[in-house]
């Protein structure tokens, strides 16, 4: 898995590629997570336009993730999953837990609206 990372003002965007699977790179997410929040970086989006593939310990990885930066006082989104992708978050009904854009100017907006 490739990991990037980009700066939003207030929210940090990270930008996957490639698959995240079990030992294909999901330790990468949460040491990426781990450092932003120690940095009190508390707003993360996650771009998942380049993911091709995502396995269960893949999807573990995003929701610990997720859990651990709610627990920071933080929001983690997802940005741009594709069909499979959006398929697997669907049958695993893990929907609920996060909020999924397409656009990367609503999914920045979305953390103004939820500071107001």
């Keep these: 898995m490739n990991l990037d990372l ?14 995240l699977t079990g030992g294909g790179g999901d330790e990468q997410l949460r040491e990426a997570i781990d450092t932003l929040l120690a940095a ?7 771009d998942f336009s380049d993911i091709t593939f995502m ?6 990885e995003l ?9 920071f006082g ?5 940005l741009n999953p594709n069909k499979r992708v959006h398929s697997s978050l669907t049958m695993a009904k893990l929907l609920p837990i996060f ?3 397409d656009d ?13």
């Design 6 to 19: 980009r700066e939003n003002s207030e929210i940090s965007i990270l930008v996957l590629g490639g698959q």
């Design 40 to 46: 009190g970086r508390t707003k993360i989006l996650v």
């Design 55 to 60: 396995d269960s310990a893949g999807m573990g």
């Design 63 to 71: 929701v610990a993730g997720h859990r651990t930066v709610e627990r």
């Design 74 to 78: 933080g929001a983690l989104k997802i």
């Design 99 to 101: 909020e999924i854009f």
């Design 104 to 116: 990367e100017d609503n999914a920045i907006g979305s953390y103004t609206k939820a500071d107001a």
